[in-house]
């Protein structure tokens, strides 16, 4: 039917209300203490709907005016009203303006992370740097560097695709702390193939009991991303604790 075909169309599209928030159309105002509960539940559902488009279709930002267009489309079609546009002639354009402003935003917020990283990534170089130079520390040819702080007990090193268990304290250049098992109390448990490759890379050296410093360079840990309390572009030290292998 055309009316499903135009609401998964919607759906599908890349269209963003963020950018038009600032000019609204001009709609009736409605007092929330005005609403049955069944108004009150109907609205609730308009804004739901709204809340998925802005968040998961932002790159398309469309401007005020565009967005009027939108909604004049959205509400004659789910009204019943014949679409005043043929969607069919206008859905391979549609695809193309759509590609077009998303690719335009993914570079736009790639120069902005890049931007963000330049600092970071200085003081980070300087930082490994200096850990580098330490006594007994070691930089290997993927630019982590390792340097034992409690030597273990020898025997296996783990591989990829063992379980590990340990203790770890991570800190930013400035010492700042962005995660502790250590400050929690409770070791971590994890396959050594699912967490960064600087990870990966530096336990494999390690024996049970041993303890390390492990200075990650953000090409190792998580680059120009933005990842929760660490700013993109960061250069990541930790203290590891390698407690077991496998359970043992």
């Known amino acids: 039917m055309k009316h499903l075909k135009a609401a998964s169309f919607l759906l599908l599209g890349a269209v963003s209300l963020t950018a038009a928030c600032q000019q609204k159309p001009a709609t009736t105002a409605i007092e929330p203490a005005s609403m049955s509960e069944d108004q009150k539940a109907i609205y609730i559902y308009g804004a739901a709907i709204g809340q998925q488009l802005a968040q998961q279709n932002e790159p398309l930002r469309l401007s005020p005016a565009e967005l009027g267009i939108f909604l004049s489309g959205f509400g004659d079609t789910v009204s ?32 902005e ?49 063992d379980k590990v268990r340990v203790h770890y304290h991570g800190t930013l250049p400035d010492g700042t702390v962005f995660d502790s098992s250590v400050d929690r109390g409770e070791p971590a448990e994890f396959p050594l193939n699912g967490v960064i490759s600087c990870w990966t890379e530096g336990l494999q050296r390690m024996t049970v009991g041993e303890k390390v410093q492990l200075v990650c360079p953000p090409d ?29």
Do not use: C, M, W
Not at 113 to 128: D, I, M, N, T
Not at 150 to 157: D, E, L, P, S, V
Not at 223 to 243: K, M, Q
């Open 220 to 248: 190792l840990a998580y680059g120009n991303r933005n990842a929760g309390p660490i700013p993109p572009g960061s250069t990541l030290n930790f203290e590891v604790e390698l407690l077991a292998i496998n359970g043992k």
């Open 80 to 111: 019943g009203k014949e679409p005043a546009v043929k969607i069919e002639e206008y859905e391979a354009h549609f695809r193309e303006l759509a590609e077009t402003r998303v690719a335009a935003s993914a570079a736009e917020a790639q120069a």
């Open 113 to 161: 992370l890049e931007a963000a990283a330049a600092g970071p990534r200085a003081a980070g170089e300087a930082f490994l740097n200096a850990a580098a130079a330490q006594e007994g520390a070691v930089k290997t040819d993927s630019g982590l560097v390792i340097r034992t702080i409690t030597a273990g007990k020898g025997g296996a090193h783990p591989q990829p695709t």
